[in-house]
């Protein structure tokens, strides 16, 4: 049997993803009830942290202990990754001792060449393209909130990103339109405007973009790895502050997504944070749930 990988959105069917919203529902109301669920007993993830990570670490680890298995925290510091043992060593070598294993990383072709080298689904933790595991908590919490998102309009102002990038995927297979207005020289990736056509519209003008939206979100102006371009790219991005004002352009049952951590007066204002319209705290605490039924899908039988 070929092993199923979570590299992107696009490794799951639309039912799939769908299915895995409502698992993270389920699985959401059997913690709040204190239900012991524990399908994975002795099952272990590799954790594989190249970039920082406060949420996407504790979900992941909260998340397999309280499904009865454990994770494992690997940092390039203190592995052999990070002295130049090759990615497919290492791939094979960590699959034959653990039952998944998830990574942050900066290239997304690591991840797609740890995975063709693994015996055991392979999770993206982040990349520098691609941030699937937070979408699949931005969709959970706008079907709690709100319902389906199918056929909405979804405004990302800001950077270009990964986060943004993972939109566009989530646009088609979740089937909503999305308007990104981000400035010139910082779009998303080119291949994926491609592939989703006339779902996207890119504009410069975060008005246009907010017209009519359904949900807003945004990013930091300068993801890990670009710290040294974060003086410029404050500059540039100023006039994309997501606000309270940005939000009244929008559909009356607009709700506010950032995957944080958040920039207070960057990239959103401190106002728009204390919003009853932001939702963001939902969002972070979604990624336990859906990620539990991220790894139970590709675990239990
Ligand atoms: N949103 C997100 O992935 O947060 P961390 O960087 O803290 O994991
Ligand atoms: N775009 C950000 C997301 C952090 C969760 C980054 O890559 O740093």
């Known amino acids: 049997m070929t092993v199923r990988h979570f590299l ?13 919203i409502k ?13 012991v669920y524990e399908p994975l007993k002795n099952r272990v993830l590799a954790m594989i942290f190249e970039k920082a990570s406060t949420r996407t670490r504790v979900s992941f680890e909260a998340g397999m202990i309280q499904l009865g298995g454990q994770a494992i925290f690997l940092s390039p510091r203190d592995t052999q990754l990070g002295r130049g043992e090759p990615i497919e060593d ?9 039952d998944a294993v998830m990574i942050r990383t900066f290239a997304h072709a690591d991840v797609e060449t740890f995975a063709r080298n693994s015996t055991v689904p392979v999770i993206n933790g982040l990349t520098d393209s691609l941030h699937p595991c937070q979408l699949l908590a931005d969709m959970q919490t706008y079907h709690e909130q709100r319902g389906s998102i199918q056929g909405k309009r979804v405004a990302w102002i800001g950077d270009g990103n990964n986060m ?16 990104v207005a981000c400035p010139e020289g910082y779009e998303p ?4 405007l491609d592939q989703a056509g006339d779902r996207i519209t890119l504009t410069r003008d975060p008005r246009e973009a907010a017209a009519g939206a359904h949900l807003i979100s945004t990013d930091v102006w300068a993801s890990m790895g670009q710290e040294d371009e974060a003086e410029a790219r ?11 004002q940005t939000l009244d352009q929008a559909d009356e049952s607009v709700i506010f997504m950032h995957c944080l951590p958040a920039h207070r007066g960057e990239e959103v204002s401190c106002e728009l944070m204390n919003d009853p319209r932001c939702v963001v705290w939902d969002q972070a605490e979604n990624r336990l749930h859906v990620q539990k039924a991220l790894v139970e899908f590709l675990l239990v039988d």
């Open 8 to 20: 992107s959105l696009m490794d799951c069917s639309q039912a799939e993803l769908i299915g895995l």
């Open 23 to 35: 698992r993270g529902v389920e699985l959401k109301a059997l913690h709040r009830q204190g239900v």
């Open 90 to 98: 290492s791939a094979r070598v960590l699959s034959s001792m653990v």
């Open 164 to 179: 943004c990038n993972t939109f566009i995927q989530a646009a088609m297979q979740f089937d909503f339109t999305l308007s």
């Open 189 to 192: 990736d080119q291949a994926l």
């Open 234 to 244: 404050l500059k540039r991005f100023k006039p994309y502050q997501v606000t309270p």
